[in-house]
């Protein structure tokens, strides 16, 4: 009985020693051990050539002064959270998503600065959220402007920024459609759980009449149901106000929930016509703007401003709030000056920036009815100016669609601030990118499988 046991306990502390063997053999193999990633990746891989073109040094010099030298944990390296954060908004992705992926893909660690492949996740998804703090605006904007140089790195047509092309959108907050009902609702949620929260006594939680209530609400555009669904509106309001009142009495009037209740006065007190209007509690400086289009009247967010070049590259991305168009452009040039050290020569942009003609040492120009002293050639070469300028749409609908411009997940007025600029560092990170694999291919695939002098002396240098 006493030798069964012995053997049982053996033959366990041997499992238990394979299992660290079989991990240990595995990270000391000598494929491993001596073959690095840029050894196994392939050098004609897009991410692998973009992370070559990057110069990382800036970042390290510039973000290093946000650390502390002697005091606190050790941080992640910058060049693996700038890496990360480029590589969210290229692949648009969440920042769990891109964390995630890491682990799972060779040449996102090589991208961000790993030498040997790594099966676990590099850090947290909420270490994204306190570097993005940390560098703030400006730190936002360097990488924009690393973007930029790639770009012109990458191709020499996009050096060229003497003429420009500006144009504004909506950049949409992640909020609900906003209705009184809604954000009625939402008040009487959050004043229930504070209640619950900090144990107050509270006269009647209306557990059963808001149940009611909401049947009530439902199906309000029916002609029978309209009227019911108005009075259950105004009755809705009538309990959200009695429960911030109560609120307000219990906490007194220096607590900590002073802004929140603040906030749902303001909610209660806003009418049809009133302004400056709030359309969520967790959002309150979402701008309600209009932008003329058929299938969406109107759209919750900010409004940003993009200027492109010719040849295609994003130079200038700013977040607005709710401004005319010609009061965004001097905004919007000076962060060019600041981007690519000039202004552009030649501006031109739609009807909507009517009013300002002339910027520093820039000409901006828009649609008008042509002047009869205008020759010919006058004429056509304005006519494929403004035909150029709409080239901008796209590049705003790849912004959307591909670089999470499309909703805003970033929070306040510094998530609409960076949220712009990372979309557009992604935009020329994404278009360095396939330049690089255009390139590629034409020097592979050339007829009779020729390569030109030139093409021979890039890959050389390579």
Same mark, same amino acid.
């Given at each position: 009985?006493?030798?069964? +046991? ?34 196994? &990746? ?11 073109? +990057? ?17 606190? *944990?050790?941080?992640?390296?910058? *060049? &693996? ?23 799972? %893909? ?108 909401? =049947?009530?609400?439902?199906?309000? %555009?029916?002609?029978? %149901?309209?009227?019911?669904?108005? /009075? ?9 106000? #009695?429960?911030?009142?109560? =609120?307000?009495?219990? &906490? @007194? ?12 006065? /303001?909610? =209660?007190?806003?009418? /049809? ?15 309600? $703007? ?17 200027? #492109? ?56 120009? +828009? ?15 304005? #006519? ?14 790849? =912004?959307?669609?591909?670089? /999470?411009? %499309?909703?805003?997940?970033?929070? @306040? ?26 390139? $590629? ?22």
């Amino acid at each position: 009985m006493f030798g069964n +046991i012995c053997k049982i306990l053996y033959l366990y502390s041997l499992k238990l020693a394979n299992i660290v063997m079989l991990s240990t053999s595995e990270n000391k193999s000598q494929s491993c051990f001596f073959s690095t990633l840029e050894d196994q &990746l392939s050098p004609k891989h897009s991410l692998f050539k973009l992370a070559n073109l +990057i110069d990382w040094q800036l970042f390290e010099d510039s973000f290093k002064q946000f650390y502390s030298k002697h005091i606190g *944990r050790p941080s992640k390296p910058i *060049r &693996l959270m700038c890496g990360l954060l480029i590589l969210k908004h290229v692949r648009n992705v969440s920042d769990e998503s891109v964390v995630e992926q890491w682990s799972e %893909n060779a040449y996102y660690q090589y991208f961000c600065g790993g030498i040997y492949f790594t099966p676990s996740v590099p850090c947290n998804s909420t270490e994204l959220v306190h570097f993005r703090k940390r560098i703030g605006e400006e730190g936002i904007e360097l990488i924009l402007q690393e973007s930029i140089r790639v770009c012109q790195k990458s191709n020499k047509e996009d050096k060229n920024t003497t003429t420009a092309f500006i144009d504004s959108t909506v950049q949409e907050k992640n909020i609900t459609f906003p209705t009184d009902a809604k954000l009625l609702k939402k008040v009487i949620k959050k004043c229930l759980e504070i209640n619950k929260k900090e144990s107050l006594p509270i006269r009647q939680t209306y557990t059963y009449t808001l149940k009611q209530l909401f =049947l009530d609400q439902r199906f309000r %555009n029916h002609p029978k %149901n309209c009227h019911k669904a108005k /009075r259950a509106d105004k009755k809705l309001k009538t309990i959200a106000g #009695r429960l911030v009142r109560e =609120l307000e009495r219990n &906490l @007194g009037s220096n607590s900590v929930y002073q802004s929140f209740l603040d906030l749902c006065n /303001r909610v =209660l007190s806003q009418t /049809r016509k009133s302004k400056d209007k709030f359309y969520s509690l967790h959002e309150p400086n979402t701008e309600c $703007i209009g932008k003329g289009k058929e299938h969406k009247k109107y759209e919750f967010g900010n409004k940003v401003s993009v200027i #492109r070049t010719a040849s295609g590259v994003i130079i200038g991305a700013l977040s607005f709030r709710k401004e005319y168009d010609g009061h965004t452009v001097c905004k919007a040039l000076e962060q060019v000056k600041r981007l690519i050290g000039k202004y552009p020569k030649l501006l031109a942009g739609d009807r909507g920036y009517r009013g300002i003609k002339e910027y520093q040492t820039t000409k901006i120009v +828009i649609p008008s009815v042509p002047l009869k002293r205008d020759s010919r050639y006058q004429k056509e070469k304005e #006519r494929k100016l403004f035909r150029s300028r709409a080239a901008i749409e796209p590049t705003i609908g790849h =912004l959307k669609t591909d670089h /999470r411009l %499309n909703r805003n997940f970033y929070k @306040g007025l510094f998530g609409d601030a960076i949220n712009i600029m990372l979309a557009a560092a992604a935009y020329n990170f994404k278009r360095a990118m396939n330049a690089l694999w255009c390139y $590629i291919f034409s020097c592979f695939f050339t007829p009779n499988n020729s390569l030109k002098k030139e093409q021979l002396n890039y890959l050389a240098t390579k």
